[in-house]
């Protein structure tokens, strides 16, 4: 098998069929940047989990005299109330479980939110007396916030006990939402991909008939008839994958690491070191679709 004969048939190939093969190159770009976007999306939602999930704190509200919760009954935590609430966190019964214990009262908590909200309309709607004062409690483990919940909830002069790990929980739902989205627009377009691969391939093989008779005719082997078809699609995925993982990794420098990031320094984003973690695998997964597509279509179509 001469491997420049093969090569020279399959460049051949590719220039009788430039509108096909750009079909091709355009439609595995657009269902490889679609998976890549997905699984940068799943990574990005790992990355915040372990940068946000050891931050996190139980939030652990005292009743105010608007509070409607039953260890209220309308009427604000006391002295004693909010003593004995401390003194059962930084008990033995707990101490195992917690790490830090911070009180914020009402004109702390309003601070905060002015500090956080300070671009938000919400600023002009929300006044001091609003805010609950409260304990905020760091875990030693956040997975164990029902320890707290437990033995906090019942507790007079508690209003509620907010883990704000289910705060944050919201916003990858969201990001997840986003994800399959992704996933599912990326199976579509692979499907896409498959096939008109294979059509490109049927067309090509028609059009060439005529050789690959001729080199069946003179003895020429199965492998070194099919093999240039084969190197077609190869080639034409390829350089989808290639164009799918640069529009990743501009995505990713200039709309997440240059603005994202920037604007939001307190936020854990991925970086373009991902892009290329994930670029093997969209490669390899365009390799192994235009493969599979070409040998199938061969086998129907190119009887050797």
Same mark, same amino acid.
């Given at each position: 098998?001469?491997?420049?004969?093969? /090569?020279? $048939?399959?460049?051949?190939?590719?220039?009788?069929?430039? *509108?096909? &093969?750009?079909?091709?190159?355009?439609? %595995?770009? *657009?269902?490889?940047?679609?998976?890549?976007?997905?699984?940068?999306?799943?990574?990005?939602?790992?990355?915040?989990?372990?940068?946000?999930?050891?931050?996190?704190?139980? !939030?652990?509200?005292l009743c105010d005299d608007t509070s409607a919760a039953t260890n209220c009954a309308?009427?604000?935590?006391?002295?004693?109330?909010?003593? #004995?609430?401390?003194?059962?966190?930084?008990?033995?019964?707990?101490?195992?479980?917690?790490?830090? =214990?911070?009180?914020?009262? +009402? @004109?702390?908590?309003?601070?905060?939110?002015? @500090?956080?909200?300070?671009?938000?309309?919400?600023? #002009?709607?929300? +006044?001091? #007396?609003?805010?609950?004062?409260?304990?905020?409690? !760091?875990? &030693? #483990?956040?997975?164990?916030?029902?320890?707290?919940?437990?033995?906090?909830?019942?507790?007079?002069?508690?209003?509620?006990?907010? @883990?704000?790990?289910?705060?944050?929980?919201? *916003?990858?739902?969201?990001?997840?939402? !986003?994800?399959?989205?992704?996933? =599912?627009? !990326?199976?579509?377009?692979?499907?896409?991909?498959?096939?008109?691969?294979?059509? %490109?391939?049927?067309?090509?093989?028609?059009?060439?008939?005529? $050789?690959?008779?001729?080199?069946?005719?003179?003895?020429?082997?199965?492998?070194? =008839?099919?093999?240039?078809?084969?190197?077609?699609?190869?080639?034409?995925?390829?350089?989808?994958?290639?164009?799918?993982?640069?529009?990743?990794?501009?995505?990713?420098?200039?709309?997440?690491? @240059?603005?994202?990031?920037?604007?939001?320094?307190?936020?854990?984003?991925?970086?373009?070191?991902?892009?290329?973690?994930?670029?093997?695998?969209? /490669? =390899?997964?365009?390799?192994?679709?235009?493969?599979?597509?070409?040998?199938?279509?061969?086998?129907?179509?190119?009887? *050797?």
């Amino acid at each position: 098998m001469r491997l420049g004969f093969i /090569l020279r $048939e399959a460049v051949k190939g590719l220039r009788q069929n430039v *509108v096909m &093969v750009v079909s091709v190159v355009l439609v %595995t770009f *657009v269902s490889l940047t679609f998976v890549g976007a997905a699984a940068l999306l799943q990574l990005q939602i790992n990355q915040m989990k372990g940068y946000w999930y050891d931050r996190m704190e139980v !939030a652990v509200y005292l009743c105010d005299d608007t509070s409607a919760a039953t260890n209220c009954a309308g009427k604000e935590v006391t002295e004693q109330q909010r003593n #004995d609430i401390k003194s059962l966190l930084e008990s033995e019964q707990l101490k195992p479980y917690i790490k830090e =214990i911070a009180y914020e009262s +009402k @004109d702390q908590a309003y601070k905060n939110f002015l @500090d956080q909200y300070k671009n938000s309309s919400l600023v #002009d709607q929300v +006044k001091p #007396d609003q805010l609950p004062e409260s304990f905020r409690v !760091a875990l &030693v #483990d956040p997975e164990k916030y029902q320890v707290i919940n437990e033995a906090l909830s019942t507790v007079p002069g508690v209003e509620s006990v907010v @883990d704000q790990r289910e705060l944050l929980e919201k *916003v990858f739902q969201l990001v997840r939402v !986003a994800s399959g989205a992704a996933a =599912i627009v !990326a199976a579509v377009m692979i499907v896409c991909a498959v096939l008109l691969t294979g059509t %490109t391939i049927q067309l090509s093989a028609m059009h060439r008939r005529l $050789e690959t008779t001729i080199m069946r005719l003179v003895g020429a082997s199965k492998a070194t =008839i099919q093999l240039p078809f084969v190197i077609e699609g190869v080639i034409a995925s390829l350089i989808g994958g290639v164009l799918a993982t640069g529009t990743l990794w501009l995505l990713m420098k200039f709309l997440v690491e @240059d603005k994202l990031a920037s604007e939001n320094v307190g936020v854990a984003f991925i970086s373009t070191g991902e892009v290329w973690l994930i670029a093997p695998a969209l /490669l =390899i997964l365009g390799i192994v679709l235009a493969t599979i597509s070409s040998v199938v279509t061969l086998k129907r179509y190119l009887k *050797v």
